[in-house]
C-alpha cells in the first residue's frame, strides 16, 4: 500500500476511534480528533505530515514521483 493511502486509512481510524471514545470514556478524546484534522489541515499547505514521514521512515512508497 502506497504512502498515501496509509495516511487516509489511519487517518480515518483515528478519527472513528477518537469519536467512539468520546461517546464511551470522555469527550476530551474529541481534541484528538481536531488534533488529527488539524495536521490534515496543515498538511495542505505546508506538504508535510508527521505521518507520512513515519510511514517513509517505514519503508512505504508513494505512488507519485517526488516533487
Not at 2 to 17: K, M, N, P, V, W
Not at 29 to 44: M, R
Request: with cysteine; hydrophobic share 50%.
Amino acid at each position: 500500500m502506497d504512502i498515501e493511502r496509509s495516511l487516509r486509512i489511519i487517518a480515518g481510524i483515528f478519527i472513528i476511534a477518537s469519536l467512539v471514545l468520546s461517546r464511551v470514556h470522555s469527550e476530551y478524546w474529541l481534541l484528538f480528533t481536531a488534533f488529527v484534522g488539524l495536521n490534515l489541515f496543515q498538511s495542505f499547505f505546508t506538504n508535510w505530515c508527521p505521518m507520512m514521514w513515519l510511514l517513509k521512515s517505514l519503508g512505504a512508497k508513494s505512488c507519485c514521483r517526488p516533487s
